[in-house]
């Protein structure tokens, strides 16, 4: 794995900081070189010219010349040339390295470019002359003395000043070999950090492919690599939770299928073989058909809920009255009260109570939880149905006195296939379980709220929110909001 991160991101990434680096320490001890250089060079310059006026102030206050000469070159270590208009050359020196070295000869370019650019009105000039054995730096100018004009050039020895350029040179190559070392070191370091965590979302990302979930990735401190895989156990969370529930729900759905469809079978055998005489076959084949309708509601319910999950049941929201929209569910149930003899209790804070949501998906949520308020009340009790508004919110509570929900399972009702009561035979009481699913479904897609409270033996309290759209007029489309 490591020889084949040279060839990716981390290679790179350590290529390019690695070469900048070591291009910015180059450059910098060039630069520092050259500056250190140019500086001692500036300093003999200036010692040079120094030297030079010198030479006119003692020979102004009355020394002779050749005197003054001798005495600034042994001071100085300094070669002190004299040339006369008739070409002739005196030296001045203390040291007999200078005595072989002369720029005065009329047959060398140098010293005929010195004679050429040297100025009449006395001003300084320098050059580089090489001696046989060291670098000589020189100061040129003309040189009033009596009415001749001469040509006086002073040199000096400046191979320390390259000595020292090349050590402090060589020592630049060397801090900067180590500074290059280090550089790369860290960038080493910082890379490797910056990339181990994709290396490692790479792997765990081949184990979710191999259906292995239980992979996380190791969260080290709060940069942006660490935000990142915290996003990405948190999306490994909800994929095994995924994971989990379609697990669950093709194993559900193939209970709620298999166990009616298995029933139906062996009761159709049954009056097939001679085994339930014939005139017990209306009585099976309303079990039957009791088994088909609840099949038939539970793919139904299946469906809504795979379009309100998937996104393709596309909200209409509109502003219309909640009271008048219970007032007419309600009527869809008398059949059913009156038949169980049951009263619906309507409590509405005020006459009208305007809301801004989806009316036909809100219908839904209040016709799954009215019926199955009546479905787990008793014979003669009380459904109840009330709303009030707040200054943002409207809630709307669907309350029965019925058996009511142990505390374990509120947490779970909202589950697909969740039941409280878990018999699977033909039942009054039992549904697909799929339909508090479908309620908060649609709640949420609103972007509101349903909770639940429940007593065992007592009933059942929900109580869902939607968004107030204040007091308005009725809207007059289609007299969606007139009561018959």
């Known amino acids: ?89 005196r030296s001045y020196y203390s040291d007999e390295r200078w005595k072989s070295f002369s720029v005065a000869d009329p047959t060398d370019t140098a010293y005929n470019t010195v004679i050429a650019t040297a100025s009449p009105v006395g001003d300084t000039m320098s050059r580089y002359f090489r001696h046989p054995e060291f670098p000589v730096l020189s100061l040129y100018r003309t040189w009033k003395h009596g009415s001749e004009s001469q040509i006086l050039l002073v040199h000096t020895d400046i191979s320390s000043i390259n000595r020292h350029s090349a050590e402090l040179l060589l020592w630049t190559l060397l801090l900067s070999l180590l500074a290059f070392l280090g550089s790369v070191l860290l960038s080493y370091y910082n890379t490797h950090r910056l990339i181990d965590p994709f290396v490692e979302i790479n792997h765990i990302v081949q184990c979710y492919s191999r259906g292995d979930f239980s992979q996380r990735i190791s969260i080290k401190g709060k940069d942006e690599a660490a ?20 697990r669950s729900f093709v194993a559900n759905v193939s209970h709620e299928l ?49 379009r309100i999950e998937s996104g393709m049941i596309e909200l209409h929201f509109e502003t219309f009255d909640i009271n008048e929209l219970i007032r007419r569910t309600l009527i869809t149930f008398e059949a059913r009260l009156s038949e169980r003899n049951m009263e619906m209790e309507v409590r509405f804070a005020q006459e009208q109570c305007y809301v801004y949501a989806d009316s036909t998906q809100i219908s839904q949520v209040l016709r799954n ?63 697909s379980g799929l339909g508090l699913s479908i309620v908060k479904r649609i709640i949420e897609q609103h972007g509101q709220t349903i909770t639940v409270r429940s007593t065992r033996g007592r009933g059942t309290q929900f109580t869902f929110t939607l968004q107030h759209a204040g007091m308005m007029k009725r809207m007059t489309d289609g007299g969606k909001h007139d009561v018959t």
Do not use: C, W
């Open 1 to 89: 794995m490591r020889r084949l991160r040279f060839k990716t991101i981390f290679s790179r990434i350590l290529f390019t900081q690695s070469l900048a680096a070591l291009a910015v320490i180059l450059l910098m001890g060039g630069v520092l070189t050259l500056v250190v250089r140019t500086q001692n060079v500036q300093d003999v310059r200036s010692l040079l010219y120094n030297r030079s006026q010198a030479i006119d102030s003692l020979i102004q206050q009355g020394e002779e010349p050749d005197q003054v000469f001798q005495k600034i070159a042994a001071d100085g270590d300094f070669l002190i040339e004299r040339i006369d208009s008739h070409g002739s050359v």
């Open 227 to 246: 935000q990142l895989g915290r996003s990405f156990n948190e999306m490994a969370e909800q994929i095994k939770d995924l994971d989990n529930t379609r």
């Open 258 to 306: 298999r166990s009616p469809l298995t029933s139906m079978k062996g009761f159709l055998e049954a009056m097939q073989d001679g085994t339930i005489p014939q005139e017990q076959f209306p009585e099976y084949i309303g079990i039957v058909l009791a088994e088909t309708r609840r099949m038939t509601a539970m793919v139904n319910d299946l469906l809504d809920l795979s």
């Open 369 to 431: 939880l009215i019926d199955n308020a009546i479905k787990y009340s008793g014979i003669g009790q009380t459904v109840s149905v009330s709303t009030y508004s707040m200054r943002r919110e409207v809630y709307v509570t669907v309350k029965d006195n019925g058996v009511g929900i142990p505390q374990e399972d509120i947490p779970h009702i909202f589950d697909r296939f969740y039941k409280v009561e878990k018999a699977h035979t033909p039942s009054p009481t039992v549904g």
